[in-house]
């Protein structure tokens, strides 16, 4: 059975951090711990989601005035794609102001095999200012008749190469 979920990013945006030192917190102010999925590093940030549709992603966080609804999901069918998509926040500038942020993606099997799945900019513009991003880089993944079914992990080890500092996010996907 697949499952979406719809996640407002009014969810996202009450765990955005109040203060620049520290990492995600609620509305309040109150600390968030980290999860799998959402990481911290002082005020670099950056959480994990997966989705059935970049596309309708990207253009919901993109064209809406107010925090748009985002679909996710945590089981896919075979021959249907779905997508690992990064918010993030607090990435340091170099000398002319741009950030530098990176990631590598890696598919872990149900048997445990640890797969290359891509990688590339994550952000490159001046940092993001009080507001979590949709970074660039995504990947892309579906499954044909030959993989096994089971519960697959999503790696993506986001590098901001300016601040020397690393997150490493994981999500889940059960495939049928």
Known sequence: ??????????????????????????????????????RSDGDFLAQLLITPDEAELRKAWSTASRAPTLRVTDSVKRGISSSAMLFLRGCAPNAVGQCDVVVEFFMITPGGQRVPAGGGPLWTSEPPAATLVLGSASMNFGFGPTNEAGLYSVQAKVMDRIAKRTLELWGRIRLD
């Open 1 to 38: 059975m697949r499952r979406l979920f719809r996640l407002p990013v009014v969810a996202l945006s009450l765990l955005v951090p109040l203060a620049s030192t520290a990492g995600w917190t609620d509305g309040t102010g109150k600390p968030i711990p980290d999860t799998e999925s959402m």
